[in-house]
C-alpha cells in the first residue's frame, strides 16, 4: 500500500533495479525544511532545564539522584524512539492506519510490546543501578530499594502519559502530509523529556515523603507488574510479540550499560561547571537535538530499505547525503539560538560575550556529535537490515542510548577545553 506521504517524502520513478530517489536539492531542501520545523521542539528541552533548575534541591537530596536522572531520559527515549519508528515505518506501509479507534492488529501488538519492555527496561536500569550503588558508592539497602522503586515509578508514569501523545502525533503529521519519520520523534524526545522530568520529580518527592510515598509508589508499581505479566501471559502468541521482546531485550541490555555511563559523565559536568546554570538548562535540549539527528537519519533510512529505494550497504551513503546535510544543518542553526535563549532564562539578560562563548561551545558540540550519531544512525540501518533484523528494533533505541552519552562526553570535552582555555569560568 502507498500513501501520498510516502510519494512525497520518497519520491520515485520506476527505471532500475532501485527506486531512482529525488534529485539531490530538492531532498535537501525538503528535509531541512522539515528537520528545522521538527527540532523546533527541542526548544521544549530548555523548559525541562528550567523545572531541573527550579526544583535544584531535589537534585541534591541524595548523591544518586543527579546520577539516575540522565539514565532514565535515555531509558524513556529509548522505549519512544522504539515505538515512534515502528509507528512510523508502519504508517508508511500500510499496517497501521492514521486512526485513533479500531486499529490493525498490528497496532496493537506494538502497544502491548510498549508496556511490557517499558517494564523490562525499568527492571534492568533498576537492578544495575541497584547494585553499582551498593557495591560502587556502598549505599545502604533501604536507600537502594528507594532508587529501584524511583526508577520503576518514573517509567511507569511515563509510559500512561507519553504513549497516548506519541500515537497522537504519529497519525496527526501523517493525515497532514507530513513524513512521520522526520517529525514524530523529534517532538516526542522533547515532550517526552518534560513529562519524565515532571514524573521524576514527583517520584523523587514520594521516595522521601516518609511511609505514605513509599505506599504510594509500590502501589503504583504493583499494579505496573502485575499489567506487564498479564499482557506477557495472555499475548505471548500474538504475532510478532515474541520476536520484538527477545530482539530488543538484546538492545537493552546494551542500552542499560551504556545510560549509566551517561549518569557518571553528567556528574562530571556538574563538578566542572559549578553555578553555571545555563549548561543544566540547556543540558535536555541538547541531547535531545543531538539523539534528534540520528532519529531522523536512521528511521528515514530503515523506512527506505523497507520500501526498496535504498541499497543496504555503507557505500550508498553518498546518496544519502542530502538528508543527512538537511539535518545538520538545522541543528547547528538550532544550537545557535539555544544560545541567546537559556542565557536569557537563566539571567533574563544576554551579555554579548556570554553569548558568544556559549555559541561557540555549542557549535563546537554540534560539529564533533552530530555527524557522530548521524554516521551510527546509518551504519545501524544497514547492518541490522542486512542481517536479517528489524532495524526498527534496533537503529533508534540504540542511537537514542548512545547519542547521549556521545553528547554528554563531547559536552565535557568541549566545556574542559573551553575552561583550560580560560574561555568558560
Known amino acids: 500500500m502507498r500513501t501520498n506521504v510516502v510519494d512525497e517524502a520518497y519520491p520515485t520513478s520506476p527505471s532500475g533495479p532501485l527506486l531512482e530517489i529525488a534529485r539531490p536539492r530538492s531532498r535537501l531542501f525538503g528535509t531541512l525544511k522539515q528537520s528545522f520545523l521538527a527540532l523546533s521542539f527541542d526548544l521544549g528541552g530548555?523548559?525541562?532545564?528550567?523545572?531541573?533548575?527550579?526544583?535544584?534541591?531535589?537534585?541534591?537530596?541524595?548523591?544518586?539522584?543527579?546520577?539516575?536522572?540522565?539514565?532514565?531520559?535515555?531509558?524513556?527515549?529509548?522505549?519512544?524512539?522504539?515505538?515512534?519508528?515502528?509507528?512510523?515505518?508502519?504508517?508508511?506501509?500500510?499496517?497501521?492506519?492514521?486512526?485513533?479507534?479500531?486499529?490493525?492488529?498490528?497496532?496493537?501488538?506494538?502497544?502491548?510490546?510498549?508496556?511490557?519492555?517499558?517494564?523490562?527496561?525499568?527492571?534492568?536500569?533498576?537492578?544495575?543501578?541497584?547494585?553499582?550503588?551498593?557495591?560502587?558508592?556502598?549505599?545502604?539497602?533501604?536507600?537502594?530499594?528507594?532508587?529501584?522503586?524511583?526508577?520503576?515509578?518514573?517509567?511507569?508514569?511515563?509510559?500512561?502519559l507519553v504513549s497516548p501523545v506519541t500515537i497522537g502525533i504519529s497519525i496527526l503529521s501523517f493525515k497532514r502530509g507530513l513524513d512521520p519519520d522526520i517529525i514524530v520523534y523529534p517532538v516526542m524526545s522533547t515532550l517526552g523529556d518534560i513529562l519524565v522530568t515532571l514524573c521524576f520529580i514527583l517520584s523523587i518527592r514520594l521516595v522521601f515523603s516518609g511511609l505514605p510515598g513509599s505506599l504510594i509508589m509500590w502501589l503504583l508499581n504493583t499494579a505496573f507488574l502485575i499489567l506487564a505479566v498479564l499482557l506477557l501471559v495472555r499475548k505471548r502468541g500474538a504475532e510478532g510479540l515474541s520476536r520484538t521482546i527477545k530482539e530488543f531485550s538484546l538492545t537493552l541490555i546494551v542500552v542499560a550499560l551504556i545510560v549509566n555511563v551517561t549518569g557518571s559523565l553528567l556528574g562530571r559536568i556538574s563538578e566542572l561547571i559549578g553555578r553555571r546554570k545555563e549548561i543544566y538548562v540547556l543540558?535536555?535540549?541538547?541531547?535531545?537535538?543531538?539523539?534528534?539527528?540520528?532519529?531522523?537519519?536512521?528511521?528515514?533510512?530503515?523506512?527506505?530499505?523497507?520500501?526498496?529505494?535504498?541499497?543496504p550497504?555503507?557505500?550508498?551513503?553518498?546518496?544519502?547525503?542530502?538528508?543527512?546535510?538537511?539535518?545538520?544543518?538545522?541543528?547547528?542553526a538550532w544550537f545557535l539560538l539555544f544560545s541567546s535563549a537559556s542565557l536569557y532564562l537563566v539571567h533574563r539578560s544576554v551579555l554579548l560575550s556570554d553569548l558568544i562563548v556559549l555559541a561557540a561551545i555549542l557549535s563546537s558540540l554540534n560539529l564533533l556529535a552530530g555527524p557522530i550519531m548521524a554516521a551510527v544512525s546509518y551504519s545501524l540501518a544497514v547492518v541490522t537490515f542486512r542481517n536479517g533484523l528489524d532495524p526498527d528494533n534496533f537503529v533508534i533505541p540504540c542511537e537514542s542510548s548512545l547519542s547521549d552519552s556521545v553528547t554528554t562526553a563531547c559536552l565535557l570535552l568541549v566545556l574542559y577545553a573551553f575552561t583550560q582555555a580560560g574561555l568558560f569560568l
Open 313 to 332: 550497504s555503507f557505500r550508498s551513503i553518498g546518496e544519502n547525503l542530502p538528508e543527512i546535510g538537511g539535518v545538520l544543518i538545522s541543528s547547528a
Open 46 to 160: 530548555l523548559l525541562a532545564g528550567s523545572i531541573l533548575v527550579a526544583f535544584s534541591e531535589i537534585l541534591s537530596s541524595a548523591p544518586w539522584v543527579i546520577m539516575i536522572y540522565p539514565s532514565i531520559i535515555s531509558m524513556r527515549g529509548v522505549i519512544g524512539g522504539f515505538f515512534s519508528g515502528r509507528l512510523s515505518t508502519a504508517l508508511h506501509l500500510g499496517m497501521v492506519k492514521p486512526s485513533f479507534l479500531e486499529n490493525t492488529r498490528y497496532f496493537r501488538v506494538l502497544v502491548y510490546s510498549m508496556i511490557i519492555l517499558t517494564f523490562q527496561s525499568s527492571l534492568m536500569m533498576g537492578g544495575l543501578a541497584y547494585l553499582i550503588n551498593v557495591s560502587v558508592w556502598s549505599v545502604g539497602l533501604i536507600e537502594a530499594l528507594s532508587i529501584f522503586s524511583a526508577i520503576l515509578t518514573t517509567m511507569g508514569l511515563s509510559l500512561i
Open 283 to 311: 543540558y535536555p535540549a541538547l541531547i535531545d537535538t543531538i539523539g534528534d539527528v540520528g532519529s531522523m537519519v536512521g528511521s528515514t533510512m530503515t523506512t527506505k530499505l523497507a520500501l526498496g529505494t535504498a541499497d
